[in-house]
């Protein structure tokens, strides 16, 4: 069994910091890639950031420059370090993974359950 979990949410002043971390466990045998999807009420669920197997990232506009994605790979860990936040990024961020797990050759995407970023004066 194949379990992502996040942490590090909560409610933050505007222009503050947060980290968040997204823990995997199990018969993990390789990552592809990981990343972290927000979704705000009314709105789609969007890519906020992802990482590679090779390294390579991709960050949506709305982030680029404050926000910083990082991953140990040891560890089948991944960060979001989120600088300088706004209002607007309020959501509940998910962690993606998509990796092999077990026996099995294919590549399946797993989710996380969510934590609650709230950035308000």
């Known amino acids: 069994q194949v379990q992502l979990v996040e942490s590090g949410g909560g409610l933050v002043q505007p222009g503050g910091s947060l980290r968040l971390s997204c823990a995997t466990s199990g018969s993990i045998f390789s990552i592809n890639a990981m990343g972290w999807y927000r979704q705000a009420p009314g709105k789609q669920r969007e890519l906020v950031a992802r990482i590679t197997s090779d390294g390579s990232t991709n960050y949506a506009d709305s982030v680029k420059g404050r926000f910083t994605i990082s991953r140990d790979n040891a560890k089948n860990t991944v960060y979001l370090q989120m600088n300088s936040l706004k209002p607007e990024d309020t959501a509940v961020y998910y962690c993606?993974?998509?990796?092999?797990?077990?026996?099995?050759?294919?590549?399946?995407?797993?989710w996380g359950q969510g934590t609650q970023v709230t950035v308000s004066s």
């Open positions: 993606n993974a998509n990796l092999r797990a077990g026996i099995t050759t294919m590549r399946n995407n797993y």
